[in-house]
């Protein structure tokens, strides 16, 4: 059974910096695109970032500039690295993973819990 699961969310001030890391477990037999999201209170989920088995990046326009996602494949970790933080990037932080289970089935998406990101003075 496929997991995701986050950590390193908290309290930041405004114009600081917050890295956030998620692992997967379960041992799928493939794992494709993983990626960060995010959900403000009466906002609807969106993308901040997200990166390829093959390390290809995107963003967000909002977080350009301010992350940087990366990928360990070996064990099956993403990072979310930010910086400059503002009030409005205030937000429930989600974990997301592309994941074929196993050999001929198809892929599913899956989440983490969720990590809370307070961007406060």
């Known amino acids: 059974q496929v997991q995701l699961v986050e950590s390193g969310g908290g309290l930041v001030q405004p114009g600081g910096s917050l890295r956030l890391s998620c692992a997967l477990s379960g041992r799928p037999y493939r794992v494709d695109d993983m990626g960060w999201y995010r959900q403000a209170p009466g906002k609807q989920r969106e993308l901040v970032a997200r990166?390829?088995?093959?390390?290809?990046?995107f963003y967000a326009d909002v977080m350009e500039g301010r992350a940087a996602i990366s990928r360990n494949n070996a064990k099956n970790t993403v990072d979310l690295q930010m910086s400059n933080l503002e009030r409005d990037d205030t937000a429930v932080y989600y974990c997301?993973?592309?994941?074929?289970?196993?050999?001929?089935?198809?892929?599913?998406?899956?989440w983490g819990q969720g990590t809370q990101v307070t961007v406060s003075s």
């Open positions: 990166i390829t088995a093959g390390g290809r990046e």
């Open positions: 997301n993973a592309k994941v074929t289970t196993t050999w001929g089935a198809p892929y599913t998406y899956h």
